[in-house]
């Protein structure tokens, strides 16, 4: 049952923002109860009424990584990634409205349009200028939908495993959330989180269980089931070759050639559509490349970084 469960789970993948006026940044009391998972380094930021949790790692000047998670997953997805490069880039890395510790939107914000208002918003609360972008399945949805329509805001796109083309038989109308996925989403339960987040790696011997913890840690935070399972029931993917083209700013995109999540053959159709996307397709990897490949990630998006024009 759980095998059935995944894909649908899966496709629905992660993100963040909101539109709205510049907001300040709050003192981190100001968001949820004290955490073991919080540090120095996490802030929170009010976005259109919704207090965001997000992490901001680096040299203050240095170039802007805003890396945006998936579908049920949080910032803490990019750890291994940004220990490997936070000492040349300023590693900036949110909780989506739902996840992890920014916690529900008490105005059900869920649909895809939301998510990229929500984003918009966030990098209009920080000032962020002329970041590179990356983003993992629904965080890679989010993220170019986002370039797509603010093309003079972003330098950049990472593209890993991103949602676009249909899957599972959604289009643009959603799917209903069958009782089980929901039963999933809200409850949590141990080995089915595990049966899943192993499922999205090529080699689920590298999925430790502190990280498992940590994941089952965070959809069980408070409200965030729910969310999970009205984002699912919102969740949508018209054609998007149109929105695809308009995309023009350079994008890698990266694919793990085992992900049982998204077809790895979708990252063809990808580059078809957007004028400035190269593929590299990683051996031996799953859905998951920043968790079970962060070597060779970090090393790609330090390479691909470097050829980019200086922000102004």
């Avoid at 008490?106 to 990229?116: A, G, H, K, L």
Wanted: aromatic share 6%; net charge negative.
């Amino acid at each position: 049952m759980i095998k059935r469960i995944i894909p649908v789970v899966a496709v629905c993948v992660g993100l963040l923002a909101c539109q709205g006026a510049e907001s300040p940044v709050e003192d981190i009391s100001a968001g949820v109860a004290a955490s073991p998972y919080l540090t120095g380094a996490d802030h929170y930021v009010d976005v259109d009424g919704l207090s965001m949790r997000y992490r901001d790692e680096g040299p203050e000047d240095a170039p802007i990584l805003l890396m945006v998670h998936g579908f049920t997953f949080s910032l803490e997805t990019w750890d291994a990634v940004a220990d490997r490069l936070t000492p040349g880039y300023r590693i900036i890395r949110p909780d989506l409205p739902g996840h992890g510790l920014t916690g529900p939107d008490i105005q059900d914000r869920y649909t895809n349009e939301d998510t990229v208002a929500f984003l918009s918003g966030f990098i209009n609360a920080l000032g962020l200028s002329d970041p590179v972008i990356v983003g993992n399945s629904l965080g890679g949805l989010v993220a170019w939908r986002y370039a797509a329509s603010h093309p003079d805001r972003v330098r950049g796109l990472i593209l890993i495993s991103p949602g676009g083309f249909s899957i599972n038989g959604v289009t643009e109308e959603p799917v209903p959330v069958p009782k089980m996925v929901e039963l999933y989403l809200t409850q949590a339960p141990e080995a089915g989180v595990s049966a899943a987040t192993g499922n999205m790696y090529a080699d689920p011997q590298k999925l430790a269980e502190e990280r498992l913890t940590q994941i089952r840690d965070m959809m069980l935070q408070p409200g965030n089931g729910d969310a999970f399972v009205k984002r699912a029931g919102m969740f949508t993917l018209p054609p998007p070759e149109t929105d695809l083209a308009g995309v023009g700013v350079p994008t890698l995109i990266i694919w793990g050639d085992r992900d049982k999540i998204i077809p790895p053959d979708h990252g063809s159709g990808f580059v078809e559509a957007m004028p400035q996307a190269i593929l590299k397709l990683y051996e031996n990897a799953g859905h998951l490349p920043q968790e079970e490949t962060p070597d060779r990630l970090a090393e790609d998006i330090h390479l691909f970084t470097g050829g980019l024009a200086s922000p102004e």
